[in-house]
């Protein structure tokens, strides 16, 4: 069997689809960090899956998920219950933990100067646990365009040459990188369509050699005045007969 599955992340409440014919196995490499995509976004617990006996409508159905906002959209509104009964975990923040310890040893005078340190390192964390997501999501990109295009018959590598590249979720083709900044659209995904502005851009650099396409996502923002980035890179390979 094959099985279209879909995860929630305890930490950021987002959801991860994938595709996997050993459903039980995946979930535990999920949350062991084996899987780049969702290393960063530990506990997941899955919420729904389907079951294919055939391998190309498990690919076709992850595709439509995973590209389609319909499609997508649709599925969570049939799993709103699940959705909202996996709630992510508790316990004290950084923040919350390093106060107490301060008050308890310095008194209250110093606090704001602790507690203005920490939420700016804290924004920071959380800047990079963004980035760390959109790069993973840049190389996904790549490889639902590879598997689009052996599954709709084309050459592998059809449209995936070498350069620099922007695309969102929502896009069937590479456009040439322009340096914009990703918007957050209503949907809560990161594009360049309508929506509201933020820090990040990505830009997705191909260098093809053969059967191999290399795959190296950068993605950089600014953070109080300072300058920040963060890779990720995979390699795709011909796996057409």
């Known amino acids: 069997m094959y099985y279209v599955y879909v995860l929630k992340s ?16 995946r979930l535990r490499e999920h949350n062991k960090g084996l899987t780049p995509s969702t290393r960063y976004r530990r506990p997941l617990s899955l919420i729904y899956y389907e079951a294919y006996l055939s391998p190309k409508d498990a690919q076709v159905r992850e595709q439509k998920l995973k590209k389609f906002k319909k499609s997508y959209q649709e599925l969570k509104k049939r799993i709103i219950n699940s959705f909202r009964k996996c709630k992510s975990g508790g316990g004290f923040t950084l923040i919350e933990t390093i106060t107490a310890i301060f008050i308890l040893t310095t008194g209250i005078l110093a606090l704001s100067s602790l507690i203005s340190y920490f939420i700016s390192a804290s924004s920071i964390s959380g800047q ?31 449209g995936l040459n070498s350069g620099d590249w922007q695309a969102d979720y929502n896009d069937a083709t590479l456009s040439p990188y322009t340096g914009s900044f990703l918007n957050l659209e209503g949907s809560g995904f990161y594009g360049y369509g309508s929506g509201n502005l933020t820090v990040f851009k990505r830009k997705i650099n191909l260098q093809k050699s053969g059967n191999v396409l290399k795959i190296l996502v950068e993605v950089s923002w600014q953070e109080r005045g300072r300058s920040h980035s963060l890779t990720a890179q995979a390699n795709l390979y011909n796996w057409q007969p």
């Open 10 to 25: 305890k930490k950021d409440n987002k959801l991860y689809i994938g595709l996997t014919n050993n459903l039980k196995k």
């Open 128 to 158: 990079r646990l963004i980035a760390a997501y959109l790069a993973q999501e840049g190389i996904e990109i790549v490889r639902n365009l590879r598997d689009t295009n052996l599954l709709n018959g084309r050459s592998w590598d059809y």
